[in-house]
Each structure stands twice: as C-alpha cells, then as structure tokens.
T-cell receptor, first 115, second 114 residues
Framework: DAKTTQPTSMDCAEGRAANLPCNHSTISGNEYVYWYRQIHSQGPQYIIHGLKNNETNEMASLIITEDRKSSTLILPHATLRDTAVYYCIVKNIGVRSGNTGKLIFGQGTTLQVKP | NAGVTQTPKFQVLKTGQSMTLQCAQDMNHEYMSWYRQDPGMGLRLIHYSVGAGITDQGEVPNGYNVSRSTTEDFPLRLLSAAPSQTSVYFC?????????????FGSGTRLTVV
C-alpha cells in the first residue's frame, strides 16, 4: 500500500470548514483513499473512502485530484466534537488486487477545533 | 447489532502473568485485527486475520498469540506479560470487500502491567 504524508497538526474555527490535506504521490490504480479519525481515548472511526471521484456522506466530503496524487477531507461545518486525529490511508481493495487485510496507520493530522 | 465487543475494558496484570483479551463481532466480517496504542502514540498492528483459521503477523507481534477458530471471535493472548505491554488494545473488523466500507473498531481494553 502506498505511503501518505499529512501535516502534523491543524487548527479550525468552530462552524468553519476544515480542510485536511493528504499527499499520496505513489498511489497505484487499485488503491483507494480511506479516512479515519480517532477522538481522544476512543477507537478509530471510519469516515469515508474513494477511488477517483469526489465522494460525500453524512460525515464529510472527499476530494481527490485528477492525477490521484493528493486528496482533501472536508468537514463542512466543524464542531468542537470534531477535534481528533485524522488518518489518511491508501489501501489496495479486493483480494485479487492485493488486499491483504492489513490496515496500517501513520501519524495522522491532529485537528483542533477552536470556539 | 453490537458491532465489535472487547472484554475486559480494564485490566491490571503482574509481570509474568498471562491473559486473553477477547474480541467478538456480529457483522459477519471476514477480516479482523488487533492494534495497540501506547500513550501519546499512534496505532500499531499486532496480528490480523483474513478469515477463520488464517492469521498473520503485523508490525509488533512479539509476545502475543492469536487464533481464529470462528468468524466471530479473535482473541489475543499475552503469553507472559511485561511492563512494555502496558497499552490500550483495539480490535477491529471489516468486510473482505473494502467497497462496503472501512474497519469497525471496538472501544478498547486498557491494560496495565506492573
């Protein structure tokens, strides 16, 4: 699975959009971009994933560049409860494409939402 | 659905003792994994399984054993506890088909070895 690079920390004002970047320049065609977050002392929580099209769900939006070398997770109206560590993970999907079942976490981005 | 259930939530062990951390899921997920998270650190993969009867080592497997006799259960055994194994342990599960979504994590077991 390709490596990712994320900023160590970011701040965001409550009620504003939080835009969390992720670089994955070595991503291959079979690899999806996944985002998880971990609120302090809780288990990680899956947020969203995508291949090449922009994706949106009830939690967030995922914007993937046309060359797929970077992506941005958008929390449209950040609240104090969105303060967490956000992880961007690139992963092969499908057993035939090399999905080994392993999910490796990097250091992630610590997002601090401020009042 | 209960999701991923981990027991116990808290445990204190003496050095050299053994114990089993339990993990059960009721979502019929094929994949299951164990992670540890030391204070102020990231998650590290201990062992994982792609189905009943199949397990493999992750990033930090030493000192731990796993087995997967059923789809639902994936216990983690500490053979001889050491203070370095003081950590929070998370179990996770997912479908083999990653397009169905991501991993679901349990709430963790907080283990202290004295």
């Amino acid at each position: 699975d390709a490596k990712t690079t994320q900023p160590t920390s970011m701040d965001c004002a409550e009620g504003r959009a939080a835009n969390l970047p992720c670089n994955h320049s070595t991503i291959s065609g079979n690899e999806y971009v996944y985002w998880y977050r971990q609120i302090h002392s809780q288990g990680p929580q899956y947020i969203i994933h995508g291949l090449k099209n922009n994706e949106t769900n009830e939690m967030a939006s995922l914007i993937i560049t046309e060359d797929r070398k970077s992506s941005t997770l958008i929390l449209p109206h950040a609240t104090l409860r969105d303060t967490a560590v956000y992880y961007c993970i690139v992963k092969n999907i499908g057993v035939r494409s090399g999905n080994t079942g392993k999910l490796i976490f990097g250091q992630g981005t610590t997002l601090q939402v401020k009042p | 659905n209960a999701g991923v259930t981990q027991t116990p939530k808290f445990q204190v062990l003496k050095t050299g003792q053994s114990m089993t951390l339990q993990c059960a899921q009721d979502m019929n997920h094929e994949y299951m994994s164990w992670y540890r998270q030391d204070p102020g650190m990231g998650l590290r993969l201990i062992h994982y399984s792609v189905g009943a009867g199949i397990t493999d080592q992750g990033e930090v497997p030493n000192g731990y054993n796993v087995s997967r006799s059923t789809t639902e259960d994936f216990p983690l055994r500490l053979l001889s506890a050491a203070p370095s194994q003081t950590s929070v342990y998370f179990c996770a599960s997912s479908y083999q088909d990653s397009l169905k979504g991501g991993y679901t994590f349990g709430s963790g077991t907080r283990l202290t070895v004295v």
